[in-house]
């Protein structure tokens, strides 16, 4: 009996989790097919060569071409998303409904940033944005290595003292507030901010889209594993996957 009440309970515990998972993806088929990711659930892209779906193999081909070392080139599974390429910059979008009247929203994701002998510096970022694309939260992999943050603090980018590797994966969190205005923002389940962080744009006020962007000629980042949930009290530490 006390076997059956555990698994009773931990089944309940999932369910919950499910539940609460407004759109989740690790870009698997049969719902990606390799290729542009522009057109495929629901995601856009100003640049559909340069947003695809591709397997282990098929990135480390990419990666190698562009001259950067293929390393773990995905996180889980037997696909991910590469945004990369040459050229101006380009944005890869995907709108979530459903989420508009939440005050607590949460964003999950991993990430890889990338680097090659010609594009050495890095800035490419991941934002949360209302549906006019003004935004609430926002994280990037930005020059000199450096791992930050945005909010209305003078300079837009904030540093968190930490850098990232262009060989590692790291899971990416951002808990955002919008009856505060404020957000959490976390590296591999360590939050970094003591105190809530202002917005990016106070304007932002509801979540409706989520945003990769590339900055002009930057290598990219390979993206896997994102979710996007309604968000619980706010904790000083991000919970472990």
Excluded: C
Excluded at 60 to 82: F, H, M, N, W
Excluded at 158 to 172: E, H
Aim: net charge negative.
């Amino acid at each position: 009996m006390k076997h059956l009440l555990t698994l009773t309970f931990i089944s309940s515990v999932l369910s919950v989790s499910s539940a609460f998972a407004q759109y989740a993806t690790d870009f698997e088929a049969p719902t990606f097919t390799s290729g542009t990711i522009d057109g495929q659930d629901s995601w856009t892209s100003t640049n559909p060569d340069g947003a695809r779906v591709l397997t282990k193999s098929g990135i480390a081909d990419e990666l190698t071409i562009l001259g950067a070392t293929p390393g773990v080139t995905v996180y889980g599974g037997s696909q991910a998303l590469l945004v990369s390429g040459a050229g101006g910059s380009s944005a890869t979008v995907r709108v979530i409904s459903g989420l508009e009247a939440e005050s607590q929203v949460m964003l999950n994701v991993w990430v890889r940033p990338l680097t090659t002998a010609t594009n050495p510096i890095g800035n490419v970022f991941v934002t949360m944005e209302n549906s006019a694309g003004t935004r609430a939260a926002a994280f990037r992999f930005g020059p000199l290595q450096s791992i930050d943050y945005g909010t209305t603090v003078t300079g837009i980018w904030q540093a968190t003292g930490k850098t990232w590797d262009p060989n590692t994966w790291y899971r990416m969190t951002m808990r955002v507030n919008y009856a505060t205005r404020t957000y959490d923002f976390a590296v591999d389940g360590v939050q970094i901010n003591s105190e809530p962080i202002p917005f990016y744009a106070g304007s932002s006020d509801s979540f409706s889209q989520i945003r990769v962007f590339r900055g002009s000629n930057q290598a990219g980042v390979i993206v896997d594993d994102l979710s996007v949930s309604v968000a619980g009290p706010r904790r000083e530490i991000f919970w472990s996957e």
